[in-house]
């Protein structure tokens, strides 16, 4: 444990200390109930504005700050994608219609420490194919996330994502990546969802970051709309992402942004009525 005091290695990824996943735990664990709790309101009707001032509401409640109001001259407590927007979507007044499917992103900071994730949510009755979009990009992040262990790169963890993503002739995009976070927001690596096996910097215990994979029905290009913002698919297709922060662990990792009602992932309304 002598070495492990929150050095950075030299591609500047930081080592965290053995007791900082505590802190990691307890912001994780609010982004992840303020994802539990916003499921309730997610209908046809709403609009995105309305679902934001909720988690807004839910931040404040907590007695915690939100890492995105302001980040960047950002004003919202949350990202929330509908469609074929890729990420970034600012809320406003679009109302969600039936069958809409879409991501919301959190970023809470807790006592100084950040948790970031996001998760995919349906509006009403949802189609096969947007079914099987959600399906295999929440289960990309988690092939992601069995190949992160100390040895093993982060080439390793994008490879994982890409083939399966591929093999399910869907796209993988490349413009948008996860990042290491703790402390702060977003600090090295870049966490590609791509990538070849053995490449990239070597995984250690003590590195915090996220995995956040994008996927497309169609093709990987995205361009962003005139807002410098919202991110959308150049060819219009579907968009799906899931995102979890993480630590290395000595034998592999933990997850700090586990859904505290088991609702990560959109089935969980089916298996409840
Ligand atoms: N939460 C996003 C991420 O996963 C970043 C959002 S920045 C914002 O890194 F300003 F757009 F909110
Ligand atoms: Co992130
Ligand atoms: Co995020």
Redesign the pocket.
Known sequence: MDEFKGRLTKDGIRIHNAGDSAGMFRAGALAARILDDVADMIAPGVTTEAIDAAIQRMVEAAGATSA?IG??G?Q?AS?ISVNHVV??GIPGAKVLKDGDILNI???VIVDGWFG?T?RMYVAGNVSRRSERLIQVTHDALMKGIEAVRPGKTFGDIGHAIQTYVEAQRMSVVRDFCG?GLGQV??APPNVLHYGRPGTAAVLEEGMFF?I?PMVNLGRPETKVLADD?TAVTRDKSLSAQF?HSIGVTADGCEIFTLSPGGRFHPTWRKSAS
């Open positions: 995105t980040y960047r950002y919202h990202c990420c970034h992103d959190v970023t970031d996001s990042h927001f977003h996220t956040e913002w995102e």
